[in-house]
């Protein structure tokens, strides 16, 4: 159980062009989701949290104009690069905290969608 | 605000033990969390840790947790191969409760 699928896993577009990743909860609903980006050899750095009928919440120097997330359902977030450029090519992870989750609040993570622009 | 630190790099033998370790800043934290990261793929869940337990014990996996020293550690005894991975520990932030993740100890695994 607790799986989490992004698509597609690999990308590449040209400059300019905009760029949607999908995030399904396969066998449980997601009131919450949340968008890493991870450069190489780096930590993940949260970049929003999407919640499930509102607005995603953007942690700072996140531009919401330029990544775009929408949380249309209980098991679907997505996440649209707008108008893409070469420094927006990173590996993007996506994560879902299961609404009847228990204590440990765990989240459990997507494998990745890996942004090329050229 | 809240950080998380690691060290990057671990090296060990198979067969020998592993231990990585990790400092947050949260005192209020609940859980703690270690997440292992094979290559090109996303994170998994390895073991978490209550903050109101010293040491947790899961099959090669043990946890310890120093409150005082806000100090974690994973050990893994008889590490194979199949462990070489990257590995985060993660402390839990915020209303939504999201996670800040240390940098990330790469651990290798050689004969």
């Known amino acids: 159980g607790a799986v989490v699928s992004q698509h597609p896993s690999r990308v590449i577009c040209k400059s300019g062009t905009s760029v949607k990743i999908e995030c399904r909860s396969l066998?449980?609903?997601?009131?919450?989701m949340f968008w890493y980006r991870q450069f190489p050899k780096k930590s993940l750095m949260l970049m929003a949290t999407?919640?499930?009928?509102?607005?995603?919440?953007?942690e700072q120097g996140v531009e919401k104009d330029k990544f775009l997330i929408n949380h249309a359902s209980l098991t679907l977030s997505t996440l649209t690069v707008t108008s893409a450029h070469p420094e927006d090519s990173s590996f993007y992870i996506c994560?879902?905290?299961?609404?009847?989750?228990?204590?440990?609040?765990?989240?459990?993570f997507g494998p990745g969608t890996r942004l090329t622009v050229l | 605000g809240e950080d998380v630190e690691q060290s990057l790099f671990l090296s060990v033998r198979e067969g020998d033990s592993s231990v990585i370790n990790c400092t947050y800043t949260d005192s209020s934290s609940t859980y703690l969390y270690w997440y292992k990261q094979e290559p090109g793929a996303g994170l998994q869940l390895l073991t978490y840790i209550f903050s109101n337990m010293d040491m947790k014990q899961d099959q090669r996996l043990t946890v310890l947790l120093n409150k005082k020293d806000k100090h974690l550690s994973l050990r893994i005894a008889d590490t194979q191969t199949g462990d070489s991975a990257i590995y985060f520990c993660?402390?839990?932030?915020?209303?939504?409760?999201?996670?800040?993740f240390g940098a990330g100890t790469r651990l290798a695994v050689h004969p």
């Open positions: 994560s879902a905290r299961d609404r009847s989750g228990w204590g440990a609040n765990e989240q459990f």
């Open positions: 999407s919640n499930e009928g509102s607005k995603a919440t953007y």
């Open positions: 993660a402390e839990p932030s915020g209303g939504y409760n999201k996670l800040i």
């Open positions: 066998d449980f609903q997601a009131t919450t």
